[in-house]
């Protein structure tokens, strides 16, 4: 953040990556919403965006083209400008956006920001990191890609909109760490505890089945890094503890809100029509930064 004037601070984001899909028009709508989401994450609203690509000097310009225009797409409807970019020559291609957002300086919304007594908000189901992996592999039917893609194609801008009406201090969004990982790091940051319900966490459909076979590297990743940090209960499989630290891509938004304020949160968040509006732990006191599981 930095602050330009008392009223008004500026906020910038920048993130990228390789297809999480095969079609080159929803490659580019969902790097674009991934990208975005960390400005609404912020309480700040979006305003100009820089293209971010490497594509091979040889490739099909017209897939170029696709993941071009599929950006643009979601920009306008986050009602942002592209304003410019660059591209270098590079084998595999990657697309992403360097965003630019404007936020009063008071009313930043920052992952430090639960505190006892708080419940967890999530506004998407988890599984896009396990659905990638299995539609990489040929082993995810067309229904769970369009359910998938869908997901990682909306923006967050209504779970913000909501968000900032409500009141909201504490809040991130749920991206390659995963929910534990993110929710890990939001505790510590404020010094604090949570207890999650496994069965209160949504999930994408199929995700269960799939898990079986299709994990990303960055999901077991996240899950040996929180080893340690979490108290698991002893009925939660291996299977389930890989989901809640899925590495998504272009998640929900996690939040902190405190009991007197989610009723409006949840009001606002049907309002703005967030089908996702999950009520999935507590914050407590205790150690910075530790989870407990409960089935």
Not at 144 to 165: E, W
Not at 235 to 257: C, F, N, P
């Amino acid at each position: 953040m930095y602050q330009v004037a008392p009223d008004l601070a500026i906020v910038q984001t920048v993130d990228f990556f390789t297809p999480v899909v095969d079609d080159p028009f929803d490659f580019g709508s969902i790097a674009a919403a991934n990208a975005i989401s960390d400005i609404y994450a912020m309480g700040a609203r979006p305003l100009t965006a820089m293209n971010l690509i490497a594509f091979p000097k040889d490739g099909d310009l017209d897939v170029l083209g696709e993941i071009i225009r599929g950006g643009a797409e979601k920009a306008r409807e986050a009602g942002i400008s592209i304003i410019g970019g660059h591209s270098i020559d590079d084998r595999e291609p990657k697309y992403g956006m360097a965003v630019t957002g404007v936020v009063h300086p008071d009313r930043i919304l920052r992952k430090a920001g639960a505190r006892p007594g708080d419940r967890l908000v999530l506004t998407k189901p988890l599984g896009t990191g396990i659905i990638t992996t299995a539609i990489k592999a040929g082993r995810a039917s067309e229904e769970i890609v369009r359910t998938a893609v869908a997901h990682m194609k909306t923006l967050n801008r209504a779970a913000a909109d909501a968000m900032v009406s409500a009141g909201i201090i504490g809040a991130t969004d749920i991206t390659g760490f995963g929910l534990l990982g993110h929710l890990h790091e939001m505790l510590h940051r404020s010094g604090v505890s949570a207890r999650l319900s496994l069965a209160a966490v949504p999930m994408m459909v199929g995700v269960r089945d799939m898990v079986r076979f299709s994990v990303p590297g960055g999901s077991r990743a996240n899950l040996r890094y929180l080893e340690g940090k979490m108290v698991w209960a002893p009925d939660i499989s291996e299977d389930e503890k890989l989901i809640l630290a899925d590495a998504q891509t272009s998640g929900g938004m996690l939040i902190a809100v405190s009991g007197e304020r989610l009723p409006g949160l949840l009001a606002g968040l049907e309002e703005h029509d967030v089908q996702t509006r999950a009520v999935i732990g507590t914050v407590t006191e205790g150690d910075a930064g530790k989870i407990i599981i409960e089935r």
